[in-house]
């Protein structure tokens, strides 16, 4: 048995799992590839530091409600001290199992290998002189301690940066005995150094940047004696609050905020094991921080700047068989993809088949004379996009753009202002969506004159236009001709641009509007049709299940006779298999190499169903707060190739799939007959790809 975090804690339904545990719960099973041994040593830190930004996140995003309610001592309500304590309890432990791995099998593995990050201590007189050698060149120049005093205070520590803090017995150059010293280390420098080859003696050595300056502290302080000393990492609430009603313009107003976030409010503090009570009591007093909010690692404070090491390194037989997808089955280069949307969708399942559809589909609409115009989504596409790059030169091309810039994706604001102000610069039409509203929906409108008539065609997908992620994310691409579906996406763009009434809808589902009521319908539907006798089905496979409304139906409908199956990766306050409450109801959680990212929910009456696919997870902030769109595969083929691929194949998963128990805990679910088992991502990249050899 896994052993999870759950804590019925959800206060509007006390059987509810407490939404932000199962997240951390989630990341207990993603830690799991780093524990494997099955997996490539490499793949195996990559995921301890997958574990570690996911960490991050946490604190940046979610940590802060419960930290403020804890500090102004309040007892009641979904944030207190209570949920504090819970959270921190969950969270020190994770921490200790992510550095007790790191310390007891990672780094003992690599040193069987000849792969050492080597500490002052380690290293020999030679090895000591080069580093002595790469600190007077390199780092020193760069350093900058800062002595404090009354006209010297705390200097401004940026999130997540790296620092020590320094006690000095002595007195400065002016006679004084303040003690306390702050050295902040460069963010431009590499945190590992590769030693030469000379010095390795045929292994791979390696020094952290930290130990490089902690070995030469004492040299930026002459004159005085390092006493004490740590390296220090402060995390800060980071999620950007813009009111909208009351700015003029979001954009400015958003470029005003990335330049505070990285300086907001503290809600984690992470320092070296060995720190005095002296230094952690004075930083926790610094950031207004109680005990708790402090963490003591036995490694390095930022394990995510480890997948250095993984390039570093240059040992591809420690890392996962490079898979490259093939170009989509259903789609053919040598043919017009109009032409071929004219007879069938498409469905591109990614990353098994590769985005260069998705892009051999724009670079078609760009380059065709009979295409007049372009309207697309964006949420996140990276700073680096050749989709971007496309719908510039659909722009110098003299077509019509239209671009609907999601300035809010979090994380991504800054490289989306730049794209939104390039665009704008050469003639784009540019709209923000709504106001208060997040356009997270992800869809491409190709208007193409065809003799007398304007034809529409459409790309509707459940991930991003993001070519990097699109190689590490599964998600569904589905590409169409179907009048009714790319006249609906019309209404949804100029009611994005204008923000005029949308007109009554028949196939697209769109949230704040229309999603949540029915969904929420079709499986109320589900659960009447149940009690009339009749054999019903729902299967839905999503990121995150934390819609209490939704989570009531779907307990209500498996009371009433409808079995239900949930593929939910990560946060899921829905407690399977309870007795006499969720009997009916089964979640399961798929980890694999591959982030599991696309959303199919599935509707079965008899004989009669109906399958959606959706950008929306099953949340309140997706249903109430964002512009969503689900929309129904009609194509009978179509629809069966998404529930063998993305539903019966996770269903039968052998080897990544964890199942909820009636206690709220995940635990992987054995064979009983011992046969063969298979795992869904691996049997997908087999079936659509390729491996590269070795």
Sequence with gaps: MWTSFQDRASLADPRLLDRDLSLLAFNERVLDWAVREDV????????????????????????????????????????????????????????????????????????KLGIHILSHGE??????????????????????????????????VANKSLNFIVRLKGKDAFGRENDI??????????????????????????????????????????????????????????????????????????????????????????????????????????????????????????????????????????????????FPVQMHPGRSVFEQLREQDILIHQPYESFDGVLSFLRQAVHDPLVLAIKQTIYRTGADSELMELLREAVRRGKEVTVVVELKARFDEEANINWAEMLESIGAQVVYGVVGLKTHAKMMLITRREGKVLKRYGHLSTGNYNPRTARLYTDISHLTADASITAEMDHVFVHLASQSK?????????????????????????????????????????????DEALVRSLIAAGQRGVKIDLIVRGACVLPAQVPGYTDNIRVRSVIGRLLEHSRVFYFRVEELDELYLSSAD???????????????VTDAALRQRLVDECLVAYLYDGIDAWDMGADGSYARTPDPEGRTVHGAQQALMDRYGRFDKR
């Design 618 to 632: 099953w949340m309140n902030r997706n249903m109430v707060r964002r512009v969503e769109l689900a929309w129904p």
């Design 40 to 111: 490539p040593l490499l793949e195996r830190l990559r995921f301890l530091c997958i574990v570690s930004s996911n960490l991050d996140e946490f604190f940046e995003v979610r940590a802060e409600p419960h930290l403020s309610a804890a500090q102004a001592k309040d007892s009641k309500g979904q944030y207190s001290v209570a949920s504090f304590d819970r959270l921190a309890d969950a969270l020190h432990q994770l921490v200790e199992r992510q550095y007790a791995l790191y310390n007891e099998q990672l780094m003992p593995a690599f040193g």
């Design 181 to 326: 010293a702050i050295v902040k280390v460069p963010r431009v420098l590499p945190r590992l150094i590769r030693l030469p080859d000379k010095l390795a003696h045929g292994k791979a050595l390696f020094v952290s940047l930290s130990s490089v300056i902690r070995a030469h502290l004492a040299e930026l302080f002459s004159g005085r004696d390092v006493w004490q000393f740590s390296q220090f990492r402060v995390t800060r609430h980071s999620d950007l609050a813009v009111d909208e009603d009351d700015v003029q313009n979001l954009r400015m107003a958003l470029r005003q905020g990335l330049e505070h976030r990285h300086y907001g409010q503290a809600v984690r503090l992470e320092v070296s094991a060995g720190c005095s009570e002296h230094l952690a009591d004075f930083l926790l007093k610094q950031f207004d921080l109680p005990a708790r909010a402090l963490y003591r690692v036995h490694g390095p404070v930022n394990l995510v700047r480890l997948t250095q090491l993984i390039d570093l390194v240059k040992r591809p037989d420690l890392c996962f068989v490079p898979y490259a997808p093939n």
């Design 502 to 546: 949308l007109p009554r809808m028949h196939k697209l589902w769109m949230a704040p509007f229309h999603l949540h009521r029915n969904l929420i319908a079709k499986i109320e539907a589900l659960a009447r049709a149940a009690e009339a006798g009749k054999d019903t089905r729902i299967v839905a496979k999503m990121n995150s299940l934390t």
């Design 123 to 156: 290293r020999n007189a030679a090895q000591r002189a080069w580093v002595q050698q790469y600190f007077e060149k390199e780092v020193r120049p760069l350093l900058i301690p800062v002595g404090l005093d009354p006209s010297h205070p705390f200097p401004q």
